[in-house]
T-cell receptor, first 115, second 115 residues
Framework: AQKVTQAQTEISVVEKEDVTLDCVYE???????LFWYKQPPSGELVFLIR??????QNEISGRYSWNFQKSTSSFNFTITASQVVDSAVYFC????????????FGKGTRLHILP | EPEVTQTPSHQVTQMGQEVILRCVPI?????FYWYRQILGQKVEFLVS????????KSEIFDDQFSVERPDGSNFTLKIRSTKLEDSAMYFC?????????????FGEGSWLTVV
């Protein structure tokens, strides 16, 4: 069965520090997709990244980077030089090939960036 | 940038009343979804809709729920007889293709409070 685990319920860091959000997933499929979404205090879900299971290259987008490791079933998200505006709940999610209309979300990690 | 829009942003209703949540998906998208997030919990899949019919639904989506695309632009979620436990944020989402891990874009959510 599919499962996404975000073990960190809540993290607080001081502005400008780097922070890594952990995500571990379970799936029986060999083809699947991983996502990260951001939910700021206003409540909307903001898409950050989608990665397919065949692409293990790490990705960097500005201050955001993602480390996908199939060997450990992890898809961790790092924010470099954090800013107060990064404060939000971050969800890691998974969908299996052929069932892309059903995304399984983790419970989320609430990130507080302290000024 | 095109976006999914939802109305109302917040609705308070009495237990037992019918509620209709409305969504306007991104215009060229063909796949539509509803997800739910109970306060402080993870986002959960409710239903997916394509070609004027439900393609998949979760166990949450019981007989009191229904979806409709009445006029080619709106996509609605109806809850026939609301219960206290239906209080949640309801997210509409859409995507232009499926079967390839395509990005699903979420609306800003409709917060339903049942009293």
């Amino acid at each position: 069965a599919q499962k996404v685990t975000q073990a960190q319920t809540e993290i607080s860091v001081v502005e400008k520090e780097d922070v890594t959000l952990d995500c571990v997933y379970e799936t029986r499929d060999t083809t699947y997709y991983l996502f990260w979404y951001k939910q700021p205090p206003s409540g909307e879900l903001v898409f950050l990244i989608r990665r397919n299971s065949f692409d293990e290259q790490n990705e960097i987008s500005g201050r955001y980077s993602w480390n996908f490791q199939k060997s450990t079933s992890s898809f961790n998200f790092t924010i470099t030089a954090s800013q107060v505006v990064d404060s939000a709940v971050y969800f890691c999610a998974l969908s299996e090939a052929g069932r892309d209309d059903k995304i399984i979300f983790g419970k989320g990690t609430r990130l507080h960036i302290l000024p | 940038e095109p976006e999914v829009t939802q109305t109302p942003s917040h609705q308070v209703t009495q237990m037992g009343q019918e509620v209709i949540l409305r969504c306007v998906p991104i215009s060229n998208h063909l796949y539509f979804y509803w997800y739910r997030q109970i306060l402080g919990q993870k986002v959960e899949f409710l239903v997916s809709f394509y070609n004027n019919e439900i393609s998949e639904k979760s166990e949450i989506f019981d007989d009191q729920f229904s979806v409709e695309r009445p006029d080619g632009s709106n996509f609605t979620l109806k809850i026939r007889s609301t219960k206290l436990e239906d209080s949640a944020m309801y997210f509409c989402a859409s995507s232009d293709v499926s079967g390839s891990g395509n990005t699903i874009y979420f609306g800003e959510g409709s917060w339903l409070t049942v009293v």
